[in-house]
């Protein structure tokens, strides 16, 4: 054989090697969710079938490693995965980033690790087989609070199920856990200096079931609470996923589980239960002892220690006057105060709380009921309320959940910091028949008739998991999955760029996941 012909079987030969190997990119539109605020697809794609290798500092290798090896990705010398600081000056803040994937390697920006994280959530979702589309984005969240609250003084679900929460928040780019620890049905967190709160009052004897006064009960006890050595390694499991956890401490109503466990520091004097029914109870804590405002203070500075989070929920919502209204001494306290209301001897309460978080660099969050405004005219024990005189702290963030747009453009018009929750649309306890997915998708944090001048005010949304009636997670799941998505775009994308028919094809991928997790998801297009 001459040369010239064994350079030619040689160079054909190769050339279908060449041709057999070469990977083919999927024709798959890119599917984000949230969705990026600024996509330019390009051609071709990454591949990474030989591996990946991450060039640059962040501190997300490991984790970007196991992420990527879920999906059968492991190192090797196939595409680059480039970390580097945004260019400046640049408008991507703290959490936005840049991503650009092209030929052979895939390169994010950003100006800290919020940023470098916020790209990895990307890059995962972006993921088909081992290809990951040719594609230039730039993204930014269009409000900095973006919540998903959990409620465990109803039933405990546990620490494993948390992190499954932090692990489905994080993969949506959601920032805040509010985590509702204390409420008239359980108190869920060890205090060391009041060891009954957890010997007692996480404590129930017996369970409504049903629904709301259905006169039906489980028939067993439940109980369950958090050590400090679990919260502390929950709150850093979030922080690692670039979530805060906010807790909240009910007061100064739905304190039946702390009277429980000290009648002391009720207002009635009497030695009660944990309830065994849910709703609202309405003894409160009574704000005019001194002893029960340090007891305040002293859980307070346990919660601090425990959660760095800036702000600290106070609930504040639903609180009974009645037994205000009954006691002499309240009464007497109030007289020699001047304080005209329950309504205003709430406030000055709240203020005075408010001013010891301040004084410990953090920051107070409350129902919008600490306002002093009668929200409840709906409620018998509640419609002849009066509304408050006294005004409340202007460094408090008003927690809006019910109400129209005149008391929450008041609350903007005063100056005071909103995150948008309106119960009609956020709460996830409610039926898909009341708030389907589509619904869900539809909220806006910042209500079309309010006035522009007021939308720097609203930092943003929660979605609440109230869990009366989901006693076990696989309940809590099917209320939480899909809509969680829903509202982790709403936080994310700004309004012009939510589009629900291209978000509800995107869920496609999400619900292969959630499949795979064997999470309980609830209905994505039929109503109950």
């Known amino acids: 054989m001459n040369k010239e012909l064994r350079l030619l079987i040689i160079a054909v030969v190769t050339g279908f090697i060449a041709a057999c190997t070469t990977h083919k990119c999927p ?11 600024k996509l330019i697809t390009g051609d071709g794609c990454v591949d990474l079938s030989r591996g990946f290798s991450v060039i640059g500092e962040t501190a997300h290798s490991e984790y970007l490693a196991a992420e990527l ?43 800290g690790d919020n940023g470098y994280f916020y790209g990895i959530q990307t890059l995962l979702q972006m993921v088909k087989g ?22 465990e003084a109803r039933y405990f679900h546990g620490q494993a ?28 967190i060890e205090i060391k200096k009041y060891p009954k709160l957890t010997e007692i009052g996480s404590v129930r004897k017996d369970t409504e079931t049903g629904t709301w006064g259905s006169g039906e009960t489980a028939g067993e006890a439940h109980s369950g609470f958090y050590t400090q050595e679990q919260i502390k390694d929950i709150v850093a499991y979030a922080a690692e996923r670039h979530i805060t956890v906010v807790p909240e401490f009910e007061m100064p ?39 029960v405002i340090e007891f305040i203070k002293d859980v307070l500075t346990e919660l601090f220690a425990l959660f760095p989070s800036e702000v600290i929920h106070i609930g504040g919502d639903e609180v009974g006057y009645k037994v205000w209204e009954e006691s002499k001494h309240v009464q007497k306290y109030m007289k020699e105060n001047g304080i005209n209301t329950p309504a205003d001897l709430q406030i000055a309460f709240t203020n005075k709380i408010s001013k010891f978080i301040e004084s410990k660099g953090r920051r107070m969050m409350g129902w919008n009921e600490i306002m002093g405004k009668n929200i409840h005219k709906d409620f018998a024990e509640k419609k002849q309320d009066k509304e408050a005189e006294t005004e409340l702290a202007k460094n408090v963030v008003v927690h809006f959940w019910k109400g129209d747009i005149e008391l929450i453009t008041e609350a903007a018009q005063k100056g005071y910091s909103i995150v948008n ?46 869990s ?20 982790a775009e709403t936080g994310w994308t700004s309004k012009d760029n939510k589009d629900y028919n291209r978000f509800r094809k995107s869920m496609d991928n999400i619900t292969r996941i959630w499949d795979k997790l064997n999470i309980n998801y609830g209905p994505l297009d039929i109503k109950e």
């Not at 024709?27 to 605020?37: D, G, K, L, M």
């Not at 009609?424 to 079309?448: E, Q, V």
């Not at 997670?473 to 829903?486: G, H, L, M, S, W």
Request: charged share 25%; glycine share 8%.
């Open 27 to 37: 024709e798959q539109p890119i599917e984000i969710i949230p969705y990026p605020n």
């Open 253 to 291: 109503g739905h304190a039946s589980s702390a009277i429980a466990a000290y009648s002391w520091l009720g207002t009635a004097g009497k030695k009660i239960d944990v309830p065994v029914t849910f709703g609202r109870h309405y003894d409160n804590y009574d704000v005019t002892k001194p002893e």
């Open 69 to 111: 090896g879920k999906q059968g990705i492991s190192p090797g010398k196939g595409g680059k995965i480039i970390f580097s600081s945004a260019e400046q000056p640049n408008n991507l803040g703290d959490e936005g980033y840049r991503l650009v994937a092209k030929k052979k390697t895939i390169t994010i920006s950003a100006n």
């Open 421 to 466: 929750s309106l119960h009609s649309n956020t709460y996830l306890d409610y039926s898909y028949k009341n708030i389907d997915l589509k619904k869900a998708y539809g909220f806006n944090p910042i209500p079309d008739n309010l006035d522009e001048k007021y939308h720097k005010n609203i930092f943003g949304l929660g979605c609440q998991m109230w």
């Open 468 to 487: 009366e009636w989901t006693p076990t997670n696989k309940d809590v799941e099917y209320q939480t999955f899909p809509r969680i998505a829903a509202y």
């Open 161 to 188: 199920f948390v992190k499954q929460i932090l692990d489905e928040m994080a993969r949506l780019k959601m920032n805040t856990l509010h985590w509702h620890l204390t409420d008239d049905a359980g108190w869920r």
């Open 130 to 151: 081992t290809s990951v589309a040719a594609a230039e984005i730039e993204d930014i969240p269009a409000f900095g609070w973006r919540a998903y609250m959990l409620d």
